[in-house]
């Protein structure tokens, strides 16, 4: 078939172009132009190439950091992806408690990220905070600020408090999405509860867990506000993610070029991850049957 | 392997049924034999799934009773019962091999290891699945799939029944016929009841001994295919059953003389003088069209080609009638139309009426 062509239509996508220039080209590319040049003020910088990433990924602080930040992640994702298909799995299929659960469970995604870390610095308190003051009436010696066990445990709390309700929605909507027809042939064949959830359910939700833990990987892995509002990354370094790391680098040392070799190898971190997880999805999209219908 | 006893079954989804339209199954009261191939025939909304429901143990009837053998099965949960079920869409279990969802059913039982493999390459023999049984189950195609869901039932030696919920549904054309083919071939050698559920009369009437007529809720008739095409107990049964179905002519019928209009015809049988919607019944296969004179003079009104033979649309005073013509034959100039007694049913509110020789 002959297609007309005509380049005019480029003209079309120029605003797109010039928008996604703006937003995000353009500052990416500065970053990059920093990651590769030192400065000593007034403006004059010169170039030092690749310098700023080895010193990055050989830097211990980055480096520690990074582990953190992995840590974290595992964490949470260890916690909120089987806590979730456990809450969704509770959660009833049908009724008038369907729209009860789902409004409960959106309630905190819809919180703010420094609201969290607010009512929590605040729930934590010894002297005002529910939970602070109980643990302590307890005999716990719990304190955020100072001991670096409470404050990661204080994270984490908060992260699945927040996020779980996410893999929840998830996992609900993978379930509910499993035709009746399925279950009554696992009553026929025997099937236990368990051999049902290993073999249907899991199965059928594949494809949700893991945009489930897409997203809360990517949104951990650059996690920021919730720290910072809590102990502002302390005690000593403990709680220090990469975000916090990177901004402290950047706007609290002015040291430009470092920050943004390490914004650069951070970002390609993520990068890679969602890359992995795309493959994955697609490599999973492969597998359905060429002909007929599928399921 | 059991006869299955339906003891004055019925069913409501409502909680307190009042009056008969309440109930989505109304009373049925039959014994279908052990090794049968029955059919369940019907438009959507007749009932059908609900009754399936029933004998598979998903539902409990409002009342009555089911019986498999001579054990009471109202009460027991589907998996007690020890039936299986193809259902409309092909149920498989993705993550396993062609060969893992054949030794599922088994594996639960716990039947020994080396019982379960023998089983399972016999079942994978009979169905012709050889080449994929190592494969993925996910993959395969939507009749390869319903074969596997079909074998998980076979597998086990001892199922009291087979039910099938409109197995062919998501089947390509091409493929049905030999699916269903190969299901006759496995009642034939299994001797298992199969109770197949399904709103095509084709599937209905090639797969089973025995079809099950169901219109609204109610059973109207079960009988063979050919009770079903020369005897329909209720008008339901003759438009539903054959292609075009049975004309219907409302009618005075009264001894051995029915008047359609102006218009008498003699009957072979004699019936009391019946009053109340009194119809006629008469297939379109047994109107014959000459250009004689004998016959009651009609009008043909169209003609359509449907292949292997023509439909004739006659009019006879204001009263349409379908009449077949054979392969290659055409309306003479002056169509008389001349029934077949013998074929003629008299119908009341419906209902088939038996008339006396």
């Known amino acids: 078939m002959d297609r007309t062509l005509n380049n005019k239509a480029w003209f079309l996508v120029l605003p797109v172009f010039a928008l996604v220039a703006i937003s995000a080209i353009i500052p990416l590319m500065t970053v990059v132009n920093y990651s590769v040049q030192d400065t000593f003020g007034n403006n004059q910088f010169f170039w030092v190439g690749a310098e700023w990433f080895v010193d990055i990924l050989h830097s211990e602080r980055f480096l520690n950091a990074l582990g953190r930040n992995l840590a974290f992640s595992f964490t949470i994702l260890a916690i909120e992806i089987p806590l979730g298909i456990f809450i969704a799995l509770s959660m009833p299929k049908k009724g008038l408690w369907v729209p009860v659960c789902l409004i409960l469970m959106a309630l905190p995604l819809l919180i703010p990220w420094n609201v969290v870390g607010t009512i929590w610095q605040v729930f934590g308190r010894a002297d005002i905070g529910l939970l602070g003051h109980s643990l302590h009436a307890l005999g716990i010696d719990y304190n955020y600020a100072t001991n670096a066990v409470d404050a990661w445990i204080t994270i984490i709390v908060m992260d699945v408090w927040h996020w779980t309700s996410l893999v929840v929605l998830l996992s609900y909507a993978g379930l509910v999405s499993i035709p009746e027809a399925y279950y009554q042939a696992a009553r026929i064949d025997g099937a236990s509860k368990w051999k049902v959830f290993r073999y249907i359910q899991l199965p059928k939700m594949n494809r949700v867990l893991l945009i489930a833990v897409l997203l809360r990987f990517m949104d951990s892995f650059m996690i920021y506000t919730e720290p910072f509002v809590l102990t502002g990354g302390g005690p000593g370094n403990s709680t220090t993610f990469l975000s916090i790391d990177l901004v402290k680098m950047a706007i609290g040392q002015f040291d430009l070029g470092p920050a943004a070799a390490m914004s650069l190898v951070y970002f390609l971190i993520i990068l890679l991850v969602s890359w992995v997880f795309f493959t994955v999805m697609t490599s999973l999209d492969a597998d359905a049957p060429e002909k007929g219908v599928q399921d | 392997m059991a006869k299955i006893t339906l003891d004055k079954l019925a069913h409501s ?287 043909v009104t169209s003609v359509e080609d449907i292949g292997r033979f023509k439909i004739a649309r006659a009019n006879i005073n204001g009263v349409t009638l379908d009449t077949v013509l054979p392969e290659g034959g055409s309306v003479p100039a002056h169509p008389k139309a001349i029934i077949d007694p013998e074929k003629i049913n008299i119908y009341k509110d419906s209902h088939l009426v038996k008339g006396e020789a």
């Open chain 2, 13 to 299: 989804y409502l909680p307190r049924p009042k009056s008969d339209a309440d109930f989505a199954l109304k009373e049925i009261d039959h014994v279908w034999d052990d090794g049968g191939a029955y059919a369940l025939l019907g438009p959507s909304g007749c009932g059908k799934t609900t009754l399936l429901n029933i004998i598979s143990g998903l539902l409990v009837p409002s009342k009555g009773n089911i019986l498999f053998g001579e054990q009471d099965v109202t009460h027991l949960q589907p998996e007690q019962r020890n039936i299986a079920q193809v259902f409309q869409f092909p149920v498989i279990y993705d993550t396993m091999t062609v060969a893992e969802n054949l030794a599922f059913p088994l594996v639960n039982r716990r039947v020994p290891k080396d019982e379960i493999s023998r089983r399972v390459s016999e079942m994978i023999e009979i169905l012709d699945l050889g080449d994929k049984a190592h494969k993925k189950a996910k993959g395969l195609t939507a009749d390869d799939k319903q074969k596997i869901s079909l074998g998980r039932g076979l597998v086990r030696h001892d199922v009291n029944a087979i039910l099938f919920d409109e197995p062919l549904t998501v089947i390509d054309p091409h493929m049905k016929w030999q699916l269903r083919t190969k299901l006759k071939e496995l009642h034939r050698q299994f001797e298992h009841t199969m109770i197949y559920v399904t709103h095509d009369q084709t599937e209905a009437l090639t797969f089973a001994d025995k079809v099950v007529v169901m219109y609204e809720g109610e059973v109207v008739q079960i009988g063979t295919p050919e009770e079903l095409f020369d005897e329909p107990a209720h008008t339901f049964v003759g438009y539903f059953i054959g292609s075009p179905g049975m004309n219907v002519i409302p009618a005075d019928v009264n001894g051995r003389v029915a008047q359609i209009g102006n218009t008498k015809i003699n009957l072979q049988k004699a019936y009391p003088s019946l009053s109340g919607n009194v119809e006629l019944g008469i297939r379109p296969e047994f109107i014959k069209l000459t250009g004689d004179d004998a016959g009651l003079p009609v009008q």
